[in-house]
C-alpha cells in the first residue's frame, strides 16, 4: 500500500498548501485545504477530514469562479 501512498503524493506534490477540489469514486465531491500529511500511509489530510487515497478518482486546483 505504500507504493499507492507514494505514487499519490509524488502525483500531487504541487497541490500541498492550497485548496483542492477532490472527486470521489462514490460521486461525492470535497473541497478543502489539501495539508502535507500522510495518514496512515493510506489516507490524506483535507482540511479537517482524512479521506482515503483508494477512494480519490481525481484532485484538480480548486479556483473560485469571479
Given at each position: 500500500?505504500?507504493?499507492?501512498?507514494e505514487?499519490?503524493?509524488?502525483?500531487?506534490?504541487?497541490?500541498?498548501?492550497?485548496?483542492?477540489?477532490?472527486?470521489?469514486?462514490?460521486g461525492?465531491?470535497r473541497?478543502?485545504?489539501?495539508?502535507?500529511e500522510f495518514?496512515?500511509?493510506?489516507?490524506?489530510?483535507?482540511?479537517?477530514?482524512?479521506?482515503?487515497?483508494?477512494?480519490?478518482?481525481k484532485?484538480?486546483?480548486?479556483?473560485?469562479?469571479?
Amino acid at each position: 500500500m505504500y507504493k499507492i501512498s507514494e505514487a499519490f503524493h509524488k502525483q500531487y506534490a504541487d497541490m500541498y498548501d492550497k485548496f483542492v477540489r477532490i472527486y470521489l469514486k462514490d460521486g461525492s465531491m470535497r473541497i478543502g485545504l489539501f495539508n502535507d500529511e500522510f495518514y496512515e500511509d493510506t489516507s490524506i489530510l483535507v482540511s479537517c477530514e482524512v479521506i482515503k487515497i483508494t477512494d480519490i478518482e481525481k484532485m484538480e486546483l480548486f479556483e473560485e469562479q469571479p
